[in-house]
């Protein structure tokens, strides 16, 4: 059974900072491409970051400079690291693990960790 556990969401005030941690477990975490996704209210869900195999990392504009995607491979985790946070960061916060096997993709969420940024 594929589990991915996201935590660390939460209250923060402008300016402020948050790590998200995402546990995984029933995959082999090293063949996915993890990746860190929101959503907020009346909005489609977007990627935030992405780390791959390699760690060669993506992430959206918005966030490029303020955060950063890591990955541990013996700990089967991945994390955000999200600084100098602002209101329009008010989300919840999914981790995602993908990757294609020949013609099957296999494609995992986690159940939605919210941020809310407000003062």
């Known amino acids: 059974q594929v589990q991915l556990v996201e935590s660390g969401g939460g209250l923060v005030q402008p300016g402020g900072s948050l790590r998200l941690s995402c546990a995984g477990s029933?995959?082999?975490?090293?063949?996915?491409?993890m990746g860190w996704y929101r959503q907020a209210p009346g909005q489609q869900r977007e990627m935030v970051a992405t780390?791959?195999?390699?760690?060669?990392?993506n992430y959206v504009d918005s966030v490029k400079g303020r955060s950063t995607i890591s990955r541990d491979y013996a700990k089967n985790t991945v994390y955000l690291q999200m600084n100098t946070l602002k209101p329009e960061d008010t989300a919840v916060y999914y981790c995602?693990?993908?990757?294609?096997?020949?013609?099957?993709?296999?494609?995992?969420w986690g159940q939605g960790t919210q941020v809310t940024v407000s003062s």
């Open positions: 995602n693990a993908r990757r294609r096997v020949g013609e099957r993709d296999d494609n995992y």
């Open positions: 780390i791959d195999r390699l760690g060669s990392r």
């Open positions: 029933g995959i082999i975490f090293s063949t996915y491409i």
